[in-house]
């Protein structure tokens, strides 16, 4: 784990502990709310800055390509604003329609134009994914992900790199097989996504 950006979690209160019901729909003990560290921007400055740094030298070595951030909303809106505001990108974002599905609504990309993706937290990597469908589609190319608190406990199905400020050991399990739920003890749905069961 990165401590800078572990200790900015915890000084901003953004590191949760207790039984929750994540958007991928796995359920956990941890619970990274990263807006709570997002509300300042220094921190959220400082927090990227390493993430930053590691992305400008690969792309000044020749190992990485980007002409835009994209993040997906919520989380990943001011992850890319800030990311962009440090590389000297443009920072844009997709959201999700009236029916769930991811898309892009605001903004026009070039074909082949080269795009980092931004998150907050990623577990599963459900919502970058999705971007990337998007972004696909419209013709662009997906060259990395970027994020805050990479809490992922096995092999994500991506096959960009990934650069995190802080990968982070948590437990997480189906809902069948979740510790807490076998506890009797209620789980908290703090994320962002409308799960549709």
Not at 3 to 16: D, G, P, V, Y
Not at 20 to 38: K, V
Request: charged share 25%.
């Amino acid at each position: 784990m990165d401590n800078h950006a572990i200790e900015q979690l915890r000084k901003s209160e953004a590191m949760l502990e207790g039984h929750f019901l994540l958007s991928s729909g796995r359920h956990s003990d941890r619970y990274f709310q990263c807006a709570r560290l997002l509300q300042y921007p220094d921190r959220a400055a400082t927090v990227l800055e390493d993430v930053a740094a590691r992305i400008k030298a690969d792309i000044k070595a020749g190992k990485l390509k980007i002409d835009v951030i994209v993040g997906p909303a919520m989380g990943g809106i001011v992850v890319a604003y800030e990311l962009g505001r440090q590389l000297g990108l443009p920072a844009i974002f997709t959201e999700r329609d009236g029916d769930g599905m991811m898309c892009m609504r605001r903004f026009e990309l070039d074909e082949g134009v080269n795009c980092l993706i931004a998150e907050d937290v990623v577990t599963t990597a459900k919502s970058s994914r999705e971007t990337g469908v998007v972004l696909e589609s419209l013709g662009a190319k997906v060259t990395a992900l970027a994020c805050i608190v990479d809490r992922s406990t096995e092999a994500l199905a991506i096959s960009w790199p990934l650069y995190s400020a802080a990968k982070v050991h948590v437990e997480s399990w189906e809902a069948a097989d979740c510790k807490l739920c076998k506890k009797g003890i209620p789980a908290v749905k703090p994320g962002s996504r409308k799960l549709f069961c």
